[in-house]
Nanobody
Framework: QVQLVESGGGLVQPGGSLRLSCAASGRTFIIKAMGWFRQAPGKEREFVAAITWTGTSTVYAGSVEGRFTISKDNAKDTVNLEMNSLKPEETAVYYC?????????????????WGQGTQVTVNS
């Protein structure tokens, strides 16, 4: 099995930046891709970004493309999400997820392992 732990959330002003991290442990060798999702109060969980476990390919939601960057530190089995120019509408709980089946995809049903989430609040 795989365990995922997110960190780095907090309060940030509009236009500010935050870096989230997701540490993977356990049977990490079965992971094909890692993804970041977010869920605001009263809304469905939505895709943000994903990266292959090898770190060679990435995909982004159109709403964050150009502002967010997903990356992987192979030595630490950690995936990061650098978020820039944050907007108040992006206040949400951000979740890290692992895909051990299909691979790189924005479809959340393909991600079988999830972290506990970390709160990101964008407000003055």
């Amino acid at each position: 099995q795989v365990q995922l732990v997110e960190s780095g959330g907090g309060l940030v002003q509009p236009g500010g930046s935050l870096r989230l991290s997701c540490a993977a442990s356990g049977r990490t060798f079965i992971i094909k891709a890692m993804g970041w999702f977010r869920q605001a109060p009263g809304k469905e969980r939505e895709f943000v970004a994903a990266i292959t476990w090898t770190g060679t390919s990435t995909v982004y939601a159109g709403s964050v493309e150009g502002r967010f960057t997903i990356s992987k530190d192979n030595a630490k089995d950690t995936v990061n999400l650098e978020m820039n120019s944050l907007k108040p509408e992006e206040t949400a709980v951000y979740y890290c997820a692992a895909n051990t089946g299909l691979g790189l995809t924005p479809r959340r049903n393909h991600y079988g392992y999830w972290g506990q989430g970390t709160q990101v609040t964008v407000n003055s």
